[in-house]
């Protein structure tokens, strides 16, 4: 675990289904759960800090291992409204609106494109975060996944995706968190605006 701005932590775990490793936060101030898998530490961690009150999954994929998190902590699972399909006949997760706040100083923004529910999370923290799940990705540099992984028309859904996420650029944000990938604290509005520029 790794506290890499007050208050904001990141672990990385091998996912079990896709046998990967990804990437994971918790807003300790806002007590929120992003994308988890359980720490490499174990449940026992959170012992001593503010305990998970909620989990949001950046889009419906991402539930990851909320059900464990959520039996040892009660938390909420929160996910756009437009994945619920994914949960139907369980388990229990609360659909929300673009644009809602969903914890204090944590906004669900719109992304789409990838998906009807690609989600990024906006975070007032410090000098502002923005959450990515599948739009944007992190390795050495910032990226788009795989062609493969986008479906029949790759080259529209990037499209969109480059649409949306100059949408977002009118937010207040210095670090970029992604789900797949290292985070970036500092200099994340430029790296996305030299992105989106390319």
Not at 36 to 52: A, I, K, M, S
Not at 149 to 162: N, Q, T
Not at 170 to 195: I, K, N, Q, V, W
Request: with cysteine; hydrophobic share 35%; glycine share 14%.
């Amino acid at each position: 675990m790794d506290e890499i701005r007050p208050g904001l932590w990141h672990w990385k775990a091998v996912h079990p289904r896709i046998g990967i490793e990804v990437s994971s936060y918790y807003v300790e101030p806002a007590r929120t759960l992003i994308d988890p898998l359980v720490p490499p530490q174990g449940l026992e961690w959170f012992e001593g800090r503010g305990t998970p009150e909620r989990i949001v999954p950046t889009n419906r994929h991402h539930y990851r291992g909320s059900d464990e998190l959520r039996d040892e902590f009660g938390c909420s699972v929160l996910c756009s409204e437009l994945g619920l399909h994914e949960f139907d006949g369980g388990p229990e997760v609360e659909g929300f609106s673009f644009g809602d706040e969903l914890a204090s100083g944590i906004t669900a923004l719109e992304v789409g494109a990838i998906c009807p529910e690609e989600t990024a999370l906006h975070i007032d923290l410090h000098d502002g975060m923005l959450s990515f799940a599948d739009g944007l990705i992190h390795y050495g540099e910032l990226g788009f996944v795989s062609d493969r992984l986008l479906g029949d028309d790759p080259d529209g859904v990037k499209r969109g995706l480059r649409k949306s996420l100059r949408a977002l650029l009118g937010r207040r944000f210095d670090s970029l968190l992604f789900a797949h990938g290292d985070p970036m604290t500092g200099g994340g509005e430029a790296a996305l605006r030299s992105f989106l520029e390319d």
